[in-house]
């Protein structure tokens, strides 16, 4: 049973910084493309950042780029969301989802290409 499970969030001033984890289990992390996305309050889900099965290749939504890192540990089964320099427009819900991609080279943002989400976890910038 594919399981994703987000923790990491909390309440941070703006400037702040957060580290989000998503931990797998059901299926082999290698071979699946990683999502994080998040939703605030009355907005639609966006995609904020992916990485491919071996990491080699990652996207950001323009408003977190320079400001937000992904990166993956398939050995711990563990995705993370290293967030800084974080602003009150920032909060949100965020979730991790992902899909079986093989080894294909591709990351999409589209929340439409996720088949498995996790719960997600709350992040609040706020002074």
């Known amino acids: 049973q594919v399981q994703l499970v987000e923790s990491g969030g909390g309440l941070v001033q703006p400037g702040g910084s957060l580290r989000l984890s998503c931990a797998t289990s059901g299926f082999t992390l290698d071979y699946y493309t990683i999502g994080w996305f998040r939703q605030a309050p009355g907005k639609e889900r966006e995609g904020v950042s992916c990485i491919t099965t071996r990491g080699g290749t990652t996207l950001y939504a323009d408003s977190v780029k320079g400001r937000f890192t992904i990166s993956r540990d398939n050995a711990k089964n563990t995705v993370y969301l290293q967030m800084n320099s974080l602003k009150p427009e920032d909060t949100a819900v965020y979730y991790c989802?992902?899909?079986?991609?093989?080894?294909?080279?591709?990351?999409?943002?589209?929340?439409?290409?996720?088949?498995?989400w996790g719960q997600g976890t709350q992040v609040t910038v706020s002074s």
């Open positions: 989802a992902t899909y079986f991609s093989g080894l294909l080279p591709i990351c999409p943002m589209a929340l439409q290409s996720y088949h498995y």
